[in-house]
């Protein structure tokens, strides 16, 4: 059942669990997510950024994930990942998105709130939820790129007044993890979430969470996280599990054999971290 990500998210925020965003770029990848949410009895997000819009095109990438969502027997929301580009966000109204973030994160914090504001005025009036970001996260996420030099954790006051002159419905947070795969391990400032849950009434966000500690992912969702982005373990599981089939089946040219054993495994991947973020057994009907 196709909803929007509030109605989701204020489910997570209020019985104290959070919901898994999982990034689809194609067939395999919506169906492995959905296969674990249905599994599990997991609500859960499909999210697509502009490359993948980009790389498939708008109408097969939304009419894949819609499909997908409006088949499952669980809650599922179909997100804009990281917009940047205000056409790109109303293309998305109009192919029936049922949520959106605006990624003003690189404009000072007057121009991210006018942006942020404008794309919440007209979402909001389509039913559609919103998600801002206020901080700037390390990494790269397709078409967002923020060197570690320039990351900059959010501030607790800032958040506050990004909240409330935006309404926005969700807020990405910086608050130590990086888009990508880690060097070290990713320190999380767990005190800057409390501060700024204490202010900002919100689901938070967590970008970058891909090879996070799961420890970490619960403390971090036990101070207020809602939704938790996973990309890069996604495209880990894909690229292993297609390498290790064609070396051991170099002759093997049928993209179905290629291809289901990767669904197989990424489904594994998002049915751990449904559980990780306690998820499970949540759905409703
Ligand atoms: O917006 C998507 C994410 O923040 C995913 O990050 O690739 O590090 O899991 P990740
Ligand atoms: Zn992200």
Not at 63 to 91: C, R, Y
Not at 139 to 150: F, L, M, R, S, Y
Request: charged share 25%; aromatic share 6%.
């Amino acid at each position: 059942m196709l909803v929007n990500s509030y109605e989701i998210l204020k489910h997570a925020q209020d019985n104290k669990y959070g919901v898994g965003a999982f990034n689809v770029n194609n067939m395999e990848i919506a169906q492995a997510v959905i296969n674990a949410a249905e599994a599990l009895n997991a609500p859960v997000i499909l999210q697509v950024t502009q490359g993948a819009i980009k790389y498939a095109g708008i109408e097969y990438i939304s009419s894949i994930a819609q499909l997908a969502a409006n088949k499952a027997s669980v809650p599922v929301a179909l997100h804009l990942d990281h917009g940047t580009d205000f056409e790109i966000i109303m293309e998305c109204l109009r192919n029936g998105f049922t949520s959106v973030m605006i990624d003003g994160s690189k404009f000072p914090l007057e121009e991210n709130i006018e942006k942020t504001k404008k794309v919440v005025e007209i979402a909001h009036a389509m039913g559609v939820s919103v998600e801002g970001e206020l901080g700037k996260i390390a990494g790269t996420e397709d078409q967002v790129h923020v060197e570690a030099k320039d990351a900059a954790y959010t501030d607790p006051q800032e958040a506050k007044r990004f909240y409330e002159e935006t309404n926005v419905d969700a807020l990405a947070i910086a608050v130590g993890t990086a888009h990508g795969v880690y060097k070290g391990e990713p320190k999380i400032d767990y005190d800057r979430i409390s501060e700024i849950r204490a202010v900002v009434d919100c689901p938070l966000v967590l970008h970058g969470s891909s090879g996070v500690p799961y420890e970490a992912l619960t403390k971090a969702v036990s101070l207020g996280i809602c939704k938790i982005n996973i990309d890069t373990d996604i495209r880990m599981a894909f690229a292993n599990s297609v390498r290790k089939f064609l070396d051991e089946n170099p002759n093997e040219y049928d993209p179905r054999k290629i291809l289901g054993p990767s669904r197989e495994a990424m489904q594994a991947v998002v049915e751990e971290k449904i559980k990780v973020f306690k998820s499970d057994n949540k759905a409703w009907k």
